[in-house]
DNA sequence: CGATTTGTGTGTATACATTTG
DNA sequence: TCAAATGTATACACACAAATC
């Protein structure tokens, strides 16, 4: 049930009309669907629109408008008003990013991970809590959302942040990507929209995806979204929620200036969005970047769900995040703690808590800071067009520009190479016209003489396929 | 706009007609779902018909359709062809079992836990991990979704139930009901159906609820699900999966005979079900009933998610269970385990493993199995009446029958006179004719003589509330 | 800026399947 | 066994909103 190759001038995809079946939107769905997986539909193609296919097929228009409807639900298409029907690019494959199959050569300059080498300053603390006395009373089923000491530990990380709340509006989860699909759990429907960054983190993308939560992407500037465009799409689109990186956006680095804090505050409060802040990085920038004054939920603390996770600046494997919220959420938000998880090991949060009271985080950020100066400054060695880009001074990645010529195939043919990175392709949320780049990751290598060999590699191959570019 | 208490032989429900604003569906979805979470409408009240109301208002029926459609789809109402619209029991209130606001008094026969005071066994696990030289490998990002010996130590651990795979269909995730809730996100979509017992895990039912994921309830006997009854609704509900505890139904205590195994598999198969295999208490089952072969996963590899949670047999505090799956079943799920949970704690994992390598395991299996036998033995003797039930005859719960006359304000009574247990409408599928049940943890209360005295109140409670019945 | 194209939201008609008596 | 009651599935008409030219 393929379109033809040869009728070109007209509609890009013309299913068999003898192969329709009742009922018809399911068997037109059907046919899009199998064309597209099968390959004989590339990305971004533009599909016949709704009133043409209808005519074709003499259906009414909604009848198609539902077919695509369900390839749209599927990620299959996506549909802009007033402009048509696409295919999603990578409609079949998952952009999904975690750190499995890599085969050892590679070097690691895709995933982020948080430069495991300081992973040993914390052995010590984990010894520590293995041997208190109370050890045993962590491994019954209690206090499924923290024991009140280990929340307050968090609060004192977080308060470096500026971020003041009380215990019993802290909950600890299984690290930030467990918090952010456990918000998207407690407080969205399936079929609500959440406003988000042209790119944003590839992974909320797919959780989005997974719980039908439609992602609308708003303009932003070098000091993150911009509030007009924000408030345009809040007025046309019926938009429930947004969620920002507000101390390094992932992947551009962007981090929100505090006067964008406030006039983003304003059009949040107007349309009562849910807000999830993803503030994992705050470590990174309270108190090294000038303008930082404290986190969106500080303005917002009713409508915003503060997530901050400990595997960047403290350790990656000992699954923590803390989660906090205003009292409306918090019934919503616990009862879907617990339907997750049940609750979080009690061992990994009190090794957090006491790395954090003992003041051992400190060090671990101090050396953490120190990798990531010099794996910024050996990035701008290698890149130096890049070094003067807005962004943020210390980020564990960069965001680098490249040739328009160059697809997300590169990723393809760095792998062959020996490096791993990533195409924007995976972080752009919507049918993208900002350009391409990459993410390198500067955390991920094990060793600085690994990430200047990536690097060099990843010049090396750039420079060639730019070419005259 | 809540309905007229005057008029009571028409219809249950009248919307005020004056109060109708376009779009009208919206408009009366809302206003009935006011009325419901206001306490208008009382429990399993039976609704005007779609063609009734829609005269009252002067709207075409399937505008009623789409009202009561998104009523339902929020749990508040549920209809059945033929026969009606009826508001949800329980629509405002959640079912959702934890260990969190139990004061320190009240004996806890509510929540399972799984007799707590074995877990100083597992301490020197713990301290032997974290000696190991290899301990700070455990504090990375790597292997998402399990060590390969630590997959290769569940592996060892399900082969007792009976369970053949390899590792590459195994996922380590924090804990079995972390392991349904990436099972509903990876496997299916919101609006689809899954058949159910009638009374089922309460946990479940409440991950469903917010996976928008409609749960059929089908009938059983002494041996589990009948699978005739499971075969009709197949054909009238177009349902896309079950969800079935064969080694000791939570709450029922039911265990699926391997001869009903056989029988469901046939069915299973020929609809083409996912089916969800919560097998956690299989270490209690494979080995001391007699009928135990295998679990279900056997008999349906490609079709099966299978879950082995170690909360109950080993440690509660460290979350961990082992899903097993087939190929087809294995990017989906783990693209889920990487989106929910990045990882489990491979400290958790490293520990559990270790537990149940060196043996350990079985010592605390050994000790656990002893303190339920001594727990049934101690209900028993209150409630000789229970005694000759069929059902586990180990199992770390009871499902004690209760007097008609008993609503769901038994628990709020019992609380008050220092125990804790759970209704039957918590586990209650659908509108429940099945009498009415209460069930009694027996691995909560710390301490066989704490169990002892929460079972003498329940007893005096239940006693004189039962009255002459 | 206004007309046109294109997708979306809402209300309706009709055929059908299940339950009940 | 059948007819009536009742919810469900499917297709369509039409008003509207956004994007484009």
Redesign the interface.
Known sequence: MSSNPFVQCSMSWKPDRSLLKRPFYLSVARALEHDIQGGFLAADTRLPTQRELADYLNLNFTTITRAYKICEQKGLIYAVTGCGTFVSPGAAC?I?I???GLSGDCIDLG?V??F?EC??M??EN??AV??KCY???????????GILHQKKAGLNWMAAFGLRAEAEQVAIV??S??AL?ITL??LF??GQAIAVDGYTFS?FI??AK???IQLIPVPGDNHGMLPDALERRCRLNNISGVFLMPSCCNPTTVMISDDRKKELAAVIDKYQLITIEDDSHAFLTAGIVEDYRQPLFQLLPERTVYVCGT?KPI?????VAFMVFGQNFK?KV???V???????????AE?ISDVILSGKALKVVEEKKRLARCANDLFDQYFPEAAGAAGHPLSFYRWLPISKNLGCEVEAVLKRQGVRVFHSSRFLVGHGRGGQFLRVSLASANSLERLSTGLKILRANLRRSRGGN
Chains 1, 2 share one sequence.
């Not at 617990?338 to 990994?348: G, P, W």
Request: one cysteine or more; a negative charge; aromatic letters at 6%.
């Open positions: 998952s999904t975690s750190k499995d995933f991970a948080s495991e992973n040993h914390i052995v984990a010894r293995i041997g050890v045993e009373h962590l491994f019954n089923y209690h206090d499924p959302t299984s690290g990507q467990n699909a759990l407690a429907e399936p992974n797919e959780l997974m719980h039908h595997s350790c990656s494997g000992l699954r019934e616990c009862r879907a617990f339907n997750v998880n049940v609750k979080t090991s009690s061992m990994d090794i």
